[in-house]
């Protein structure tokens, strides 16, 4: 039952440096999507993808890109990374048919320094 | 565009009594509204969802929440708290026609006192 695995669960860095959080679901889930949460602002959507070979801007989705070459995995990429971007991230995927029931990872916590 | 506002950043309570969370919500299309809730240092999960069925809605946990569209409300209760409900609880609408992009509010705390 691995359902949304996350790595890494903890990682830190220097600004400027850059990162790749990994994703994966063995759920066969068409949908995936990045959120970050920061404290007294609930979850914000990153980017999110529909689909392989599809994907799209969230609500936030600047210093960082996503692809989605297979269904099971979904990288985000931080390119220079930034203290703005210390933050708890989740992934989280569903099925298409589905009506807002999101499967999370249990996060990774980045910190950029 | 849709939102929702938690109007409690913490809330806490006894074991053994009723918990109430608070929501209310802005939409301009019959929404679709959910609570997740979280524990410590994990991911999230879906505790109930209303989409447009039943106003009174059944989760896990013996919680429950009530969809009052007069007065844009999605509040969240249970009649006796555990200690395990312990968390964070956060009310949630989806994007319109996009059930897979969700909009949180910013969470509540919940304490529970033993």
């Known amino acids: 039952n691995a359902g949304v695995t996350q790595t890494p669960k903890f990682q830190v860095l220097k600004t400027g440096q850059s990162m790749t959080l990994q994703c994966a679901q063995d759920?066969?889930?068409?949908?995936m999507s990045w959120y970050r949460q920061d404290p007294g602002m609930g979850l914000r959507l990153i980017h999110y993808s529909v689909g392989a070979g599809i994907t799209d801007q969230g609500e936030v989705p600047n210093g960082y890109n996503v692809s989605r070459s297979t269904t099971e995995d979904f990288p985000l990429r931080l390119l220079s990374a930034a203290p703005s971007q210390t933050s708890v991230y989740f992934c989280?995927?569903?099925?298409?048919?589905?009506?807002?029931?999101?499967?999370f990872g249990e996060g990774s916590r980045l910190t950029v320094l | 565009a849709q939102s929702v506002t938690q109007l409690d950043s913490h809330v806490s309570v006894s074991e053994g009594t009723p918990v109430l969370l608070r929501c209310n919500y802005s939409?301009?299309?019959?929404?679709?509204l959910f609570w997740y809730v979280q524990h410590p240092n994990k991911g999230l999960q879906l505790l109930l969802k209303?989409?447009?069925?039943?106003?009174l809605v059944k989760g896990i946990n013996g919680f429950e929440a009530e969809f009052k569209k007069s007065e844009t409300s999605f509040h969240l209760t249970k009649p006796s708290a555990h200690m395990s409900d312990a968390a964070e609880y956060f009310c949630?609408?989806?994007?319109?026609?996009?059930?897979?992009?969700?909009?949180f509010g910013s969470g509540t705390r919940l304490l529970v006192r033993p």
């Open positions: 949630v609408v989806s994007d319109r026609g996009s059930s897979y992009k969700l909009i």
């Open positions: 759920m066969n889930h068409e949908y």
């Open positions: 989280a995927s569903t099925p298409k048919r589905a009506t807002g029931e999101l499967f």
């Open positions: 209303y989409t447009s069925a039943a106003t």
């Open positions: 939409s301009s299309y019959s929404p679709s």
